[in-house]
């Protein structure tokens, strides 16, 4: 799933209900863990890329669909809460 908005700044400082597993912000990567209804070792990737000045796309992934599909709209929807969104997009 990708989501491009135009965001104030990049990051999740609190991504609960996830665990943070990992965080290189030079490398616009975050990895969570403790997906709901996942095994709690399954990782999922949070991927920032700026795309242009103050644009900045996001990308969920993961080895598990069910991870991705459960922990997406819950970054999104935190992210939507927390910058205010210009364009969205899904493929």
């Not at 104030?8 to 975050?30: A, H, N």
């Not at 990737?45 to 709209?73: K, M, W, Y």
Request: aromatic share 8%; no cysteine; proline share 8%.
């Amino acid at each position: 799933m990708t989501y491009t908005g135009r965001f104030q700044e990049t990051g999740l400082k609190d991504p609960q209900p996830f665990r943070l597993f990992m965080s290189d912000p030079r490398r616009g990567l975050i990895v969570l863990m403790g997906v709901p209804n996942s095994v709690d070792t399954t990782e999922v990737g949070v991927f920032f890329d700026e795309t242009s000045r103050g644009n900045v796309r996001v990308d969920i992934a993961s080895l598990s669909s069910q991870a991705v599909h459960v922990a997406a709209p819950l970054i999104f929807e935190n992210l939507k809460r927390r910058f205010p969104v210009v364009a969205e997009e899904t493929p």
